[in-house]
């Protein structure tokens, strides 16, 4: 039953979540609006009361995001980007730019970069709890506008405030209390693995940096010029050793140094039940690479390839992401040997890497498809 209950932890919460949120709605019908209501009328109120919830959803998801940022940009920290909504904003060169990102269990996510000599334990802490406090914050005070102006204000402006207040209470929740259920660390999961060691502080804050300059236009082998976790004994269960290891797992791949990619696959594997699964969905990815274009084995390759999880991440991120589109490549040219369907991969691989928003990364991810291209003659000789 408790493993029922930890595999199913998020459907449950959804249907808990919307049974509360059906039942408050339904009521505020009936105190807004009156028990006297015709059919149409309620069920036009009903539906109406449903958008209003998308929206403040929405909106509680754009002030979960500038939570981080405000607390951040008050402790120093640079701006690094915004995401919301599968968009986010960066800026590069003194230029804001809009491009399409789509993180798979998260519905935004705000990175900034940290002053050159880092923060303090309670300003890490304050930027990792700025969404979930800016959540309460505002819930807080639509609470105190509903409980006090409900009187003279409009059945639908009331419904708003309330579930406004409602979602952020969510929100709150959801984020706060430490939980991978999506996949993804929360902010209170992160919270609580920070103050396990420093090594974890360390690498939080140099991902946000390393990001910053693949993001900028350095590649990730200029942006970290030495692996990150040499030496180092890994904690797998915690994001943020892991972080450090797929770090260095790009950094592998930029130089082109696949020993080395294959060594880290094989660390991270030698604890993979205790990896995160956001982790677990990169590390297959990019295994299944290596595999293919290293003629691995035959077994592992098509393990991977039908597995609905691993396709399932793969084909999410191949809407937006060149590394995505490399491996989809790679498993065209090498292992289904359809030199046509290739073709078109590349050609949207080519559009992505134009307009994608981590110049650094797109740069390492040419190198990359033109490696395995290169591959082609090879496979017509066998």
């Known amino acids: 039953m408790i493993s029922f209950l930890k595999k199913n932890i998020a459907v449950i919460l959804f249907i808990v979540l919307s049974l509360i949120f059906g039942g408050c709605i339904g009521y505020s019908l009936i105190i807004f609006f009156g028990k006297e209501q015709g059919f149409v009328s309620l069920i036009m109120n009903l539906l109406l009361s449903f958008l209003i919830m998308i929206v403040c959803i929405f909106l509680q998801i754009i002030i979960h995001e500038t939570g981080h940022l405000t607390a951040a940009l008050m402790r120093g920290w640079k701006f690094i980007s915004f995401m919301a909504f599968g968009f986010i904003l960066t800026r590069r060169d003194g230029h804001y730019r809009i491009s399409t990102m789509k993180l798979a269990g998260a519905g935004g996510q705000c990175l900034l970069l940290p002053p050159e000599k880092g923060d303090s334990d309670f300003g890490i802490m304050l930027y990792n709890l700025g969404g979930v406090i800016f959540n309460l914050m505002f819930s807080v005070i639509s609470g105190i506008l509903l409980w006090t102006c ?219 498809i033109k490696y395995t291209s290169g591959l082609y003659g090879d496979i017509r000789k066998q």
Not at 238 to 260: E, G, I, Q, Y
Request: aromatic share 10%.
């Open 150 to 368: 409900h009187e003279s204000l409009n059945p639908y402006l009331n419904i708003f405030l309330m579930l406004f207040s409602g979602v952020g209470i969510c929100f709150f929740l959801v984020n706060g209390i430490p939980s991978t259920f999506s996949g993804i660390p929360n902010d209170g999961y992160n919270i609580l693995r920070l103050r396990e060691d420093k090594f974890s502080t360390q690498v939080f804050l140099d991902s946000l940096r390393f990001l910053a300059k693949t993001q900028s236009g350095k590649r990730p082998h200029e942006a970290m010029e030495e692996y990150y976790s040499d030496n180092k004994r890994l904690d797998m269960s915690s994001p943020f050793h892991v972080c450090a290891l797929t770090m260095d797992l790009a950094v592998a791949l930029d130089r082109l140094d696949f020993d080395k990619a294959h060594n880290l696959i094989a660390l991270a594997e030698e604890r993979w039940n205790e990896i995160i699964q956001i982790y677990k969905n990169e590390i297959s990815m990019e295994r299944l690479f290596l595999n293919l274009i290293d003629n691995g084995e035959i077994s592992k390759i098509e393990e991977a390839v039908n597995d609905k999880n691993i396709m399932n991440y793969l084909n999410q991120n191949a809407t937006f992401r060149p590394s995505a589109l490399r491996i989809q490549y790679a498993i065209a040219l090498i292992y289904d040997k359809d030199r046509e369907k290739a073709d078109k991969i590349m050609e949207r691989f080519n559009t992505i890497s134009e307009s994608y928003y981590n110049v650094g990364d797109a740069l390492c991810e040419i190198d990359l």
